[in-house]
């Protein structure tokens, strides 16, 4: 009888150790960005996964892209992060997070 409740314990002990270790090395990577200046921003391609972000073209928004932030300029014309209209723009945000969680 005491080798059932070993063999139990044991177990117990397996399984609870493997799901603390599960637990421990799932990380969810949020972003604390410090305003438009940030590195992660400023440098989204060096980014691993890369950050993305893009504009309604001929917009307020990428006109003063254009104008004083030319690097972020350059990704989002480079990868043709370009939306319509903003309704387009919040679409594609949510598809793409629909990828991403598997909704």
Do not use: C
């Not at 200046?37 to 391609?45: E, G, K, P, T, V």
């Not at 990428?62 to 043709?80: C, P």
């Amino acid at each position: 009888m005491s080798l059932v409740w070993a063999a139990f314990g044991l177990t117990f002990l397996a399984v609870y150790t493997a799901n603390l270790a599960a637990f421990m090395i799932t990380r969810v990577q949020f972003y604390d960005l410090s305003g438009i200046d940030d590195d992660r921003i400023q440098n989204s391609a060096d980014q691993k996964p890369a950050f993305r972000f893009g504009t309604v073209e001929g917009g307020n928004t990428h006109e003063t892209m254009k104008r004083n932030w030319h690097r972020m300029h350059e990704y989002v014309k480079a990868n043709n992060f370009f939306s319509d209209n903003i309704s387009a723009g919040i679409e594609a945000v949510r598809k793409e997070l629909s990828l991403i969680l598997n909704i």
